[in-house]
């Protein structure tokens, strides 16, 4: 499985951003494709996730009620919708897919197998 994100960029405080996931390489059934990010000098932390089979989806709280994930069966796109940023949103943000993850673990980056590059999220004061 390869994924690719993109659509970071600098923004301001309080405006709304788009990232996208692209997906390719095999099957998403079974799998659970999670949103992590990396501030510097911070460690990799959940955002959220989206269920392939169905579209259910959880999210960290710091995001809950500001971020949105979706997907598109069709293009095995991925995306996450982010309002109301803030400085403290500022990171590396990555997507990850991982086969067979129990709910119970799908916070966690280590069950994630595959990842992609990141793109950068800069919001500004």
């Known amino acids: 499985v390869q994924l690719q994100a993109f659509g970071g960029g600098l923004v301001q405080s309080g405006a709304s951003l788009r990232l996208s996931c692209a997906v390719s390489g095999r099957t998403l059934h079974g799998h659970y494709v999670g949103w992590f990010r990396q501030a510097p000098g911070k460690e990799r932390e959940f955002v959220g996730c989206?269920?392939?089979?169905?579209?259910?989806?959880s999210y960290a709280d710091s995001v809950k009620g500001r971020f949105t994930i979706s997907r598109d069966i069709a293009k095995t796109m991925v995306y996450l919708r982010m309002d109301s940023l803030t400085v403290e949103d500022t990171a590396r943000y990555f997507c990850?897919?991982?086969?067979?993850?129990?709910?119970?673990?799908?916070?966690?980056?280590?069950?994630?197998?595959?990842w992609g590059q990141g793109t950068l999220v800069t919001v500004s004061s």
């Open positions: 990850a897919a991982g086969y067979g993850i129990i709910n119970t673990s799908r916070t966690r980056a280590d069950v994630y197998n595959y």
């Open positions: 989206i269920k392939w089979s169905g579209g259910t989806t």
